[in-house]
């Protein structure tokens, strides 16, 4: 059985930094791509970042320069790097592997 678990949220001013961490379990996680997607209040879930089993990464326009997606094979992890928060990037933060599987998600919340 497949089993995310994301951490690293929290509450940070605009213009801060977090990192976001997702534990995978139950997948030969070296093979899958990985995406980290986020919801707002009211809003539609949303792609931000995906990386490859091989490391393209690819991002919403709206993160690019600013968010970085990586992997560690050997821990089964997905990392999510959020420099220069704003306010419009709160949200609760899931990461995937094919939108069949999702955590329970960490929520963000940038202050202005």
């Known amino acids: 059985q497949v089993h995310l678990v994301e951490s690293g949220g929290g509450l940070v001013q605009a213009g801060g930094s977090l990192r976001l961490s997702c534990a995978a379990s139950?997948?030969?996680?070296?093979?899958?791509?990985m995406g980290w997607y986020r919801q707002a209040p009211g809003k539609q879930r949303e792609l931000v970042a995906r990386?490859?089993?091989?490391?393209?990464?690819n991002y919403a326009d709206s993160v690019k320069g600013r968010f970085t997606i990586s992997r560690d094979n050997a821990k089964n992890t997905v990392y999510l790097q959020m420099n220069s928060l704003k306010p419009e990037n709160t949200a609760v933060y899931y990461c995937?592997?094919?939108?069949?599987?999702w955590g329970q998600g960490t929520q963000v919340t940038v202050s202005s």
């Open positions: 990386i490859t089993s091989g490391g393209s990464t």
């Open positions: 995937t592997p094919n939108q069949v599987y």
């Open positions: 139950g997948l030969s996680f070296s093979i899958n791509a």
